[in-house]
């Protein structure tokens, strides 16, 4: 069964510092990967997404993942924090037994703060 | 394009009422998706509509739970006798065929 484990519930950077976020998934087929990032009051909004191409993925915002199926991680990156990009990150992985793409499997979130 | 709406922002009821909220999905989109989050989680899977079938159904919705959508269009998510537990954030979400989701800003259920 597919599962995503993200690590760490609250991340705090410097603004113009890197930004880490770490994703782990669990599949049983080749999986479809998501980030998700949420602003106080808003709705979800994709950051980027994998599907089997390239396993340097860029999204918006400057922010990029890396596919690694050795180390069944999906990291999220920028290389310099900006005070707006304080929200809460969200990986994801698609359910992949068939149904739709988007049914997907969410991890528990990471709340990224930025320090001036 | 005027994004996924949801209606209402929140809603307040008593245990063992019934609720419904709606959800208008961005108009050329052919799938529409409930979530639900609750505090400390990401969002969780409830079901699924391309045009106006339900194709997927998660376990976690009870048979105190229906979704529709009629004509394809908006869709409505009715809880029946609602309990303590139903508090959550619902989100609904919209795209057109495997394309990315667009999320509303969800309704927060509060049961009391």
């Known amino acids: 069964a597919q599962s995503v484990t993200q690590l760490g519930s609250h991340v705090s950077v410097s603004e113009g510092a890197l930004v880490l976020l770490r994703c782990n998934y669990s599949?049983?087929?080749?999986?479809?990967l998501f980030w998700y990032v949420q602003y106080p009051n808003q709705g979800l909004q994709l950051l980027l997404k994998?599907?089997?191409?390239?396993?340097l993925v860029k999204g918006i915002n400057g922010f990029e993942a890396e596919f690694k199926k050795s180390e069944t991680s999906f990291h999220l990156t920028k290389p310099s924090a900006h005070m707006s990009d304080a929200a809460e990150y969200f990986c994801?992985?698609?359910?992949?037994?068939?149904?739709?793409?988007?049914?997907?499997?969410f991890g528990k979130g990471t709340k990224l703060s930025v320090k001036p | 394009d005027t994004g996924v709406s949801q209606n209402p922002r929140h809603k307040i009821t008593k245990r063992g009422q019934n609720v419904t909220f709606r959800c208008d999905p961005i108009?050329?989109?052919?799938?529409l998706y409930w979530y639900r989050q609750t505090l400390g989680q990401g969002p969780e899977f409830l079901t699924y509509?391309?045009?106006?079938?339900?194709?997927?159904k998660s376990r976690l919705l009870s048979d105190r739970f229906s979704a529709e959508r009629p004509k394809g269009s908006f869709s409505t998510l009715e809880i029946q006798r609602t309990e303590q537990g139903d508090s959550a954030m619902y989100l609904c979400?919209?795209?057109?065929?495997?394309?990315?989701?667009?999320f509303g800003s969800g309704t927060q259920l509060s049961v009391l």
């Open positions: 979400a919209s795209s057109l065929l495997t394309e990315k989701l667009f």
């Open positions: 599949s049983s087929v080749p999986p479809y």
């Open positions: 994998y599907t089997s191409a390239a396993t």
């Open positions: 994801a992985v698609s359910r992949g037994d068939g149904g739709s793409q988007g049914n997907l499997i």
């Open positions: 108009s050329e989109h052919n799938r």
């Open positions: 509509f391309q045009n106006e079938a339900q194709l997927e």
